[in-house]
């Protein structure tokens, strides 16, 4: 069976031109697609399969990462008119603070203003004493050399999320959002599902999953801090869902690098049934026996109608 990761999905951009999302349509004609070639696992199958360890042979589990609006306003009506379910992995920063989370701070600057705008003003901001010693070089490198937008936008990305030492990236992006959007509160309403939307989704049959608090990279925070992030996640999910169905997780960013051999023992302490990671192959019985707590998942992207929609830049194809 194949797992496969989303994240914006929407009619539209919301005036946000160079933002990347899945486009409604593009999303029903993969679902369209998936029911032809692959067919879907269905629940009882997929919680089965766990207990046994033998996945399912063929078949798509649909995931969705990030607890966007998006995944109530236009994949839940979809899912339900086909009769489909879908593993909903939430963050919970923002149910506390009431902003965006830094990571889509980052998408909606990048999506509103592009890559190279962004980048520019980062370049004045931004010393060499904010950066991890080690990408100090790179990013003088890249930030003058010559770059299309699409450059930009991911180099921002990835000084943003990774090179930054965390200590400043909040203040940093603080003054991008002041800088671009003047006051954030305008973005903020409606960007995430509620909690008692979450509610209701599980009660339509949805998998409620943890996502961390705050999105971090795990594998750049201590042992207690990776503990708080998981624990006071769950603990934040149980309560609005009334009890989750069963504990289950998948690390912010995704890819080997972006979590450690403790946070998979810490997932496997607080009772979390797996987790995935982002690797692109199928989940084979090796992995339900060996490692749980790094399914492989692959990005939706890499399946027919799956690319971004892009109203500026690159055409994927
Ligand atoms: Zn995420």
């Known amino acids: 069976m194949k797992a496969i990761m989303y994240h914006y999905v929407r009619p539209q951009s ?4 160079y933002f990347r999302y899945l486009a409604l ?3 029903r004609r993969q679902l369209d697609h998936f029911a032809e070639t692959e067919g879907f696992v269905e629940k009882d199958a997929f919680l089965e399969s766990l207990t046994t360890g033998q996945p399912v042979g063929k078949g798509v589990v649909l995931t969705f990462d990030d607890g966007f609006s998006d995944h109530y306003d ?8 086909r009769g489909l379910w879908g593993i909903f992995y939430i963050p919970t920063h923002m149910y506390a603070t009431g902003q965006l989370l ?10 509103k203003f592009g890559g190279e705008a962004i980048l520019s003003r980062l370049r004045h901001i931004l010393s060499d004493t904010m950066l ?8 003088h490198n890249m930030t003058y050399a010559t770059q299309d ?21 909040e203040k940093v992006l603080d003054d991008l959002m002041e800088m671009f959007f003047g006051r954030e509160q305008a973005i903020m309403s409606e960007f995430y599902m509620s909690d008692a939307k979450i509610k209701a989704m599980q009660d339509e049959g949805m998998m409620i999953g943890s996502h961390s608090v705050t999105h971090p990279v795990f594998s750049k925070l201590d042992e207690e801090a990776q503990r708080r992030e998981l624990e006071d996640s769950f603990a934040f999910l149980e309560k609005a869902t009334g009890g989750l169905q069963i504990r289950t997780f998948c690390y912010p960013y995704g890819g080997f690098h972006s979590f450690t051999p403790t946070t998979e023992r810490l997932l496997d302490e607080l009772g979390c049934r ?3 990671n982002v690797e692109a192959r199928d989940i084979e019985p090796a992995d339900l026996e060996n490692r ?3 399914l492989p998942r692959y990005d939706c992207n890499r399946f027919a109608h799956g690319a971004a929609h892009l109203e500026y830049g690159k055409d994927p194809g």
């Open 25 to 27: 349509d593009s999303f």
């Open 292 to 294: 749980r707590q790094a």
């Open 14 to 17: 919301g005036g946000m031109p």
């Open 132 to 139: 991890s010693h080690n990408h100090v070089a790179e990013f």
């Open 74 to 81: 236009y994949v839940l009506p979809e899912l339900k008119k």
């Open 102 to 111: 830094d990571v889509h701070r980052i998408h909606v600057l990048l999506g």
């Open 149 to 169: 937008n699409d450059q930009s936008t991911s180099f921002v990305k990835r000084t943003l999320n990774y090179f930054i030492s965390y200590e400043y990236r």
């Open 274 to 276: 797996f987790a995935f």
